[in-house]
Nanobody, 119 residues
């Protein structure tokens, strides 16, 4: 099973930026898609951004224009650049990967990385 380790979260003021990283324990070159999810207290885990092996990206409406997902296959790393952060972005952020369009993930959910947006 592929494992993912998220990092880069922290406390930031509204309007600030963070870059999250997700390092995979194995080659991600041929993985169909990788995703960033987030979960705030009391809420279900929601899909934030997706990137496919072909480079196509998709974003939740709430983050479109502010977040950018990317991957570096040589480093087996997924990134999420978050700009213009809002308090409603506060959540634990998780990464995972899929071999198809169906939400069957390659890894169990890890610890994630906490993002807190507050003044």
């Amino acid at each position: 099973q592929v494992q993912f380790v998220e990092s880069g979260g922290g406390l930031v003021q509204p309007g600030g930026s963070l870059r999250l990283s997700c390092v995979a324990s194995a080659d991600i070159f041929n993985i169909y898609a990788m995703d960033w999810y987030r979960q705030a207290p009391g809420n279900k885990r929601e899909l934030v951004a997706t990137i496919t092996s072909g480079g196509s990206t998709d974003y939740a409406d709430s983050v479109k224009g502010r977040f950018t997902i990317s991957r570096d296959n040589t480093k087996n790393t997924l990134y999420l650049q978050m700009n213009s952060l809002k308090p409603e972005d506060t959540a634990v952020y998780y990464c995972n990967a899929r071999r198809s369009d169906v939400p069957v993930f390659l890894s169990s959910w890890g610890q994630g990385t906490q993002v807190t947006v507050s003044s």
